[in-house]
């Protein structure tokens, strides 16, 4: 069995990253930028499974696990943000919603 | 010794009381409630001074509790009671008795009837721990307890701006007195380590005070503080403004107690003073300004009050003169005399004030002594024992007072003559009231109504009697004074019989200037020697140019406030940058987010290139 070189999974996770990232910045509906944070936090969790199974260590899978859990969390509250939100506002722009500034 | 320790806090818990209730009490219970608080005071001070004087204690003390600690120096709340104490004890809570039994009928019907009892009995238990604080930090307490009733009460009828004018001049000219006496204090107390009373009377360190000079500072502070609170040169400005004040107050504040409040620190500190000669002197000389310069002050005036207000300086004058001369029995002795009488005048002014329909100008009345002939006898008995006629009280003690000045170390035959003319001026002054008053015709235009409640007339007959046969009292101060400080034996024999004839020399001038007979008209005089005069003889005018208006230019030039543009720079600071910060607060999430990338960016780049560096 052929194993993935390291560089190659770390080049994907990157790329991973930054597009996620990009979404982040780029998109203007809170749906769309939770999302995208999820595809950070995978690139994130690939990175860890990649460099662990490189140095056959398991933290790698442990802090993916825990990466996992963090992830479910957060969407969780975030979600809940959102369906508040839409619910009171009728908009989930995130541009519009800065009305914490003052 | 229970009933000394609960003395002072009758009054107190009166004005408590008083104070907490006042809008629900009737005129009645409001009264009971105060004038039975002082008389419960009377009570046990006349207990007490009868205990003192058939025991053979020359001291009562009473630890009450410790109020705090200066250093290794307990400061006690503990009261002491001594002959001189207990002679001021006689006279804060007999007169003060008398007096509001009579306030209570004069001030009945004022719709802050509760408030004003109030005062007055707050005043009286800061009297009482005046004078019988066992140490000068409690002394002090009260002394400035009785400033702070005597502002109240001066302002107490104070929708009228003069009257909170005079009530705010009087506290701020005290005040200059007190803070040189607090000085004087911590002087004292760096010098001897210890406040308390006994220990300044027994303190071996006083011979060391006058070698290096300090007892001179400390007399002088002291000095400056006593003539604060009773008004003599060069802050006597504040007392005829007082005159604002209820007449009662007048009557108690300002005439039989808290002006003689300096008096008796004098007299308590007799013992340093007697160190200090020049001090002595110093305190002799202010006295004799005072009563001269009093003297004159009254003879130009017009309102009844602020003669008698004069009058009160004169002769609190006498007894500085007294005390600097090295009289302290006599000065002692004149001071509790001469709250009997003046409390007398002040009450039965006050008296014919409520029959005119709060009249105070003697050039409205005249002719009195048929219409109101009880008060105006009354007010006969004050003037007499105040122009020291023989067989009153006033006799005694200010004969006393001048018998003594001739030979003294510290005062002399100039103190003497003095004394005499004022003597003279204050017959002069007292006979021009009488005559303007009670002779010639009614000038008013008020009816006259005749005060018949029988709470204003008793303690106006009890005082007579007192002004009358006060002088029976032998005081024995010998405990607390050196007695052969001044030699009278080698006086000229002259010198007695001019005391003695020189109030009715001044009758007999009065008589001839100013006596109403038929067909004289009496009109007020106005030309510029009487303004100037009747103004206290320009030492207000001298003090508003010297003081008062270099402060309000200084303060007009400052307007923007030197000190605060300091202030304001820093405040200009944090609103400037402030508003920097806040327009990079946009609010917009993402820009913020691009921004924290671009900084984890430039992070990796520096990090990146010190590594390469290194490995390089």
Known sequence: MSQIPLNHVFIFAIILFVIGFIGVIARRNTLFMLMSLEVMLNAVGLAFIGAGSAWVEADGQVMFILILTLAAAEVAVGLALLIRLQQQRQCLDIDALNELRE | ?616
Not at chain 2, 29 to 56: C, D, K, P, T
Not at chain 2, 448 to 473: C, D, N, Q
Not at chain 2, 504 to 515: D, K, N, R
């Open chain 2, 1 to 616: 010794m229970q009933v000394l320790a609960y003395l002072p806090f009758y009054p107190l818990l009166s004005f408590l009381l008083l104070i907490m209730l006042s809008k629900n009490l009737t005129w009645l219970q409001a009264s009971i409630i105060s004038v039975s608080s002082v008389g419960l005071s009377a009570l046990s001070a006349g207990y007490l001074i009868h205990n003192f004087m058939i025991s053979a204690d020359s001291v009562v003390a009473v630890h009450l509790w410790q109020w705090f600690k200066l250093g290794d120096a307990a400061v006690n709340f503990a009261l002491r009671l001594d002959s001189l104490s207990a002679v001021m004890l006689g006279v804060v809570t007999g007169v003060g008795f008398l007096i509001h039994v009579f306030a209570a009928a004069y001030m009945k019907g004022d719709e802050n009837f509760s408030r004003f009892m109030a005062y007055m009995n707050l005043f009286i238990s800061a009297m009482l721990l005046l004078v019988l604080a066992d140490n000068l930090v409690l002394l002090y307490l009260g002394w400035e307890g009785v400033g702070l009733c005597s502002f109240l009460l001066i302002g107490f009828w104070y929708q009228e701006p003069a009257n909170a004018k005079a009530a705010k001049k009087a506290f701020i000219v005290t005040r200059v007195g007190d803070t040189f006496f607090a000085i004087g204090l911590f002087l004292l107390f760096r010098e001897v380590g210890s406040l308390t009373i006994t220990d300044i009377m027994t303190s071996n360190e006083l011979g060391l005070l006058v070698d290096n000079n300090m007892a001179f500072w400390i007399c002088l502070l002291f000095v400056g503080g006593a003539v604060g609170k009773s008004a003599q040169l060069p802050l006597q400005t504040w007392l005829p403004d007082a005159m604002a004040g209820p007449t009662p107050v007048s009557a108690l504040i300002h005439a039989a107690t808290m002006v003689t409040a300096g008096v008796y620190l004098i007299a308590r500190m007799n013992n340093l003073f007697l160190l200090t000669p020049q001090v002595m002197t110093i305190v002799a000389i202010i006295g004799a300004l005072t009563l001269l310069l009093a003297g004159i002050a009254a003879l130009a005036q017009s309102d009844i009050k602020r003669v008698l207000a004069y009058s009160t300086m004169s002769q609190i004058g006498y007894m500085m003169l007294g005390l600097g001369a090295g009289a302290f029995s006599a000065g002692v002795m004149h001071l509790m005399t001469h709250a009997f009488f003046k409390a007398l005048l002040f009450l039965t002014a006050g008296a014919i004030i409520l029959a005119l329909h709060h009249q105070q100008n003697m050039f409205k009345m005249g002719g009195l002594l048929k219409k109101l002939p009880v008060i105006s006898s009354l007010f006969f008995i004050g003037v007499a024992a105040l122009i020291a006629l023989p067989g009153t009280s006033g006799f005694v003690s200010k004969e006393a007072i001048i018998a003594e000045l001739y030979s003294s170390k510290t005062a002399g035959p100039w103190f003497w003559w003095a004394a005499i003319v004022g003597a003279l001026i204050t017959s002069v002054y007292s006979f021009r009231m009488v005559f303007l008053t009670f002779f010639g015709q009614y000038r008013g235009c008020a009816e006259i109504t005749k005060p018949s409640h029988y709470l204003l007339i008793m303690p106006l007959f009890l005082l007579a009697v007192l002004a009358l046969a006060g002088g029976l009292i032998t005081l024995d101060l010998t405990a607390l004074f050196d007695v052969n400080v001044i030699d009278i034996s080698t006086e000229p024999s002259w010198l007695h019989s001019v005391a003695v004839a020189t109030p009715f020399i001044g009758i007999v001038i009065a008589y001839l200037i100013y006596f109403p007979h038929a067909g004289k008209t009496i009109r007020e005089s106005k030309s510029k020697l009487t303004l100037f005069i009747q103004n206290g003889l320009g030492f207000n005018g001298l003090y508003s140019l010297l003081l008062v208006k270099p402060f309000l230019f200084l303060s007009k030039c400052n307007k923007n406030d030197v000190v605060e543009l300091l202030i304001k720079a820093i405040s200009w600071n944090v609103v400037t940058w402030h508003e920097v910060l806040k327009a990079t607060q946009t609010a917009s999430l993402r820009w913020y987010l691009a921004m924290l990338a671009l900084g984890v960016i430039i992070l990796l780049a520096v990090l990146l290139g010190q590594t390469s560096g290194e490995l390089a």
